[in-house]
């Protein structure tokens, strides 16, 4: 089964940089796409960027410049460059992938991550 494994969350002062990766493992046969969400206390969960493969990749406005996403398909992780880290970036972070599995009925199926913490405060 599928499983989506997130590290690289921690506490950093504003201003700085960490990167998060996520490795999806177990009867993949392609990968869609791969994103990262966040969540902050008392706020819904928020795309923050993603990546069609070997397609497009989307922001947030608010991480634009700032946060760099990009998908190594052979390990199949997916990494979330962060700088210039803000106390608003401070949330849960979550890794997505739609995934075409081997075995299975041809189509897109969605997997979440457990979760990073990531928190920016001096």
């Known amino acids: 089964q599928v499983q989506l494994m997130e590290s690289g969350g921690a506490l950093v002062q504003p201003g700085g940089s960490l990167n998060l990766s996520c490795v999806a493992s177990?009867?993949?046969?392609?990968?869609?796409?791969m994103g990262w969400y966040r969540q902050a206390p008392g706020k819904q969960r928020e795309l923050v960027a993603n990546e069609m493969h070997g397609g497009p990749r989307d922001y947030a406005d608010s991480v634009k410049g700032r946060f760099s996403i990009s998908i190594d398909s052979a390990k199949k992780t997916v990494y979330l460059q962060m700088n210039s880290l803000k106390p608003e970036d401070t949330a849960v972070y979550y890794c997505h992938a739609s995934l075409v599995l081997a075995g299975r009925a041809w189509g897109n199926y969605d997997f979440w991550g457990q979760g990073t913490q990531v928190t920016v405060s001096s």
């Open positions: 177990g009867g993949i046969f392609i990968i869609s796409k």
